[in-house]
């Protein structure tokens, strides 16, 4: 008991720079952490955290100016600062409402303290899930059914699923054989799937500006690398007039892709396991096929 008494008297007595700080003082701090920690948490599953990154690289930059007593660089940067705020509250604007709606619609303490905890969570994918996929692309492919599926990761794609129909049923071949097929109400467009679910068909997305990306592309495929740029999500694009299976990721796109190559794409961007003899074997061949593409061009 004295010892505990000693620590509280040394906590109440704690000083920084000659001011006395109290509990009261530590538990603000903790609170703050807390908030702050969060906030990074919230960040990073969303647009806001690349946005993060770029305005700490200002930051680095402003303190070097600072230090070298560049004062027309400071002075320029003190005028901006206003402007600059009023713009990240216009750019982050889809994130910050969204934020405000899930603080509405969850328990805070849950939130802050999960007392419960699940099995598998919504974003983690099956095996079967990923075979389901693979499936319903080779059988699209074979008679030539345009496919645009985009499958989320880290990064929440709540945006675009809201541009589509509401869906929520579990992935499997038949169900994306059936949205994708001609003259259906829900073939237009892509389909989101979250996890083991397909969330969200007749999705919009956004057309890639790269001008690297061939000519003989169609949107479908600009769409695909479009997604792909602006968060972490792999897109499986079969194309309706060769059949011919892609995918897109981190603004990449790899074309004429078979079942088992797809396959090991798909299992190491969503589960980060394959088999290393399979994933060898298949990305020999794969980079082959690259090779006979650009000589055929």
């Known amino acids: 008991m004295r010892r505990l008494d000693e620590i509280v008297d040394y906590l109440r007595n704690f ?34 955290w690349t946005l993060l990154k770029g305005l700490i690289v200002i930051c680095g930059f402003l303190l070097l100016a600072s230090l070298f ?114 003259n259906t109400p829900l073939h237009d467009g892509a389909v989101l799937i979250r996890g083991n679910r397909v969330v969200s068909a007749t999705c919009y997305l956004p057309l890639s500006d790269n001008l690297q990306l061939s000519k003989e592309l169609g949107t479908r495929h600009r769409a695909g690398v479009g997604v792909s740029e602006m968060s972490d999500s792999i897109t499986v694009i079969v194309s309706e007039e060769t059949g011919k299976i892609s995918t897109a990721m981190e603004g990449e796109l790899n074309r004429n892709l078979d079942a088992e190559s797809l396959r090991t794409v798909l299992e190491q961007a969503l589960t980060g396991s394959v088999d290393d003899n399979r994933s060898k074997r298949i990305w020999k061949g794969k980079g082959k096929a690259k090779n006979e593409e650009k000589i055929a061009e």
Request: proline share 1%.
């Open 15 to 48: 000083s920084i720079y000659g001011t006395i700080m109290d509990v009261g003082d530590l538990l603000e701090i903790l609170i703050l952490a807390l908030l702050v920690y969060y906030v990074l948490v919230w960040m990073k599953a969303t647009r806001a």
């Open 69 to 182: 007593k560049m004062n027309t660089i400071l002075w320029m940067a003190q005028n901006v600062l206003g402007i600059a705020v009023t713009a990240l509250v216009v750019i982050l604007q889809p994130e910050l409402r969204r934020a405000l709606e899930e603080l509405g619609k969850s328990n805070i303490f849950n939130s802050i303290i999960p007392f419960e905890s699940t099995g598998k969570t919504e974003g983690e994918f099956s095996e079967k899930t990923i075979q389901e996929i693979v499936k319903a692309c080779v059988e699209m492919g074979k008679v030539r059914t345009g496919a645009l599926i985009v499958i989320e990761r880290q990064v929440s794609l709540r945006d675009l699923e809201r541009t589509g129909i509401d869906v929520d049923g579990i992935v499997s071949s038949q169900l994306l054989i059936n949205i994708f097929e001609h």
